[in-house]
């Protein structure tokens, strides 16, 4: 069974730096053609794809976005880290991570809700 | 503005069937890359219920399906239920972004 779980800060001030951890089960970001995926949506909004990550360390990130964020993988922890930098309240969002294969998002986290204020 | 289009809302009684579409701008749908539907239910995580333009996932009721023609690709849902309510968001790529979701479409049952 496969699943995945968000952690991190509730709460951060504007200009800090977020960092959430996606700790997975159930499968290896070393099999070909799996990543783990980061999407968020803010409150009363749509879905938006943040960033990927393969186990070959390929990484694609949001063009929007990636001036600002950076995802890094800890195999041997089953864990991948999603880091966004100059924190603004409009990115006050529930943030995801998923299991990524075959161009779908198969298994969600439960979701984190980060919330941007001082 | 998403790159992908969808209606805002879409609606229609218990049985019958809608159709929610989702529009590329110019490549990404329609073109190499295969589009994922998911739908969600708020408080939920977001599941996936189309992958590759047209295949279900397994435990996926066959009254949902997917199609595409063009830089369209479309989901339709059959026998409408109650259980059916919530947002669909359709996910492709779109020119130098390799993912991306349309703007979400609310599905009411009637």
């Known amino acids: 069974q496969i699943t995945l779980k968000e952690s991190g800060p509730t709460l951060v001030e504007p200009t800090q730096t977020l960092t959430l951890t996606c700790t997975f089960s159930g499968f290896s970001l070393t099999t070909a053609g799996v990543g783990v995926g980061w999407i968020r949506q803010p409150p009363g909004k749509a879905l938006e794809w943040l960033a990927l990550?393969?186990?070959?360390?390929?990484?694609f990130y949001s063009p929007s976005l990636k001036n600002r964020l950076t995802v890094t993988q800890d195999t041997s922890k089953n864990q991948v880290v999603l880091s966004m930098t100059n924190m603004d309240p409009v990115d006050t969002a529930t943030y995801f991570c998923c299991y990524d294969v075959l161009w779908g998002f198969w298994v969600w986290g439960p979701g984190s809700l980060v919330t941007v204020s001082s | 503005q998403s790159a992908l289009t969808q209606p805002a809302s879409v609606s229609g009684s218990p049985g019958q069937s809608i159709t929610i579409s989702c529009t590329g701008a110019?490549?990404?749908?329609?073109?190499?890359?295969?589009v994922a539907w998911y739908q969600h239910h708020p408080g939920k995580a977001p599941k996936l219920m189309i992958y590759e333009d047209t295949k279900r996932p397994s435990g996926v009721s066959s009254r949902f399906s997917g199609s595409k023609s063009g830089n369209t690709a479309s989901l339709t849902i059959s026998g409408l239920q109650a259980e059916d309510e919530g947002d669909y968001y359709c996910c492709s790529s779109a020119p130098d972004n390799p993912r991306v979701f349309g703007g979400g479409t609310k599905l009411t049952v009637l």
């Open positions: 990550i393969y186990g070959t360390d390929d990484k």
């Open positions: 110019s490549s990404g749908v329609g073109s190499y890359d295969h």
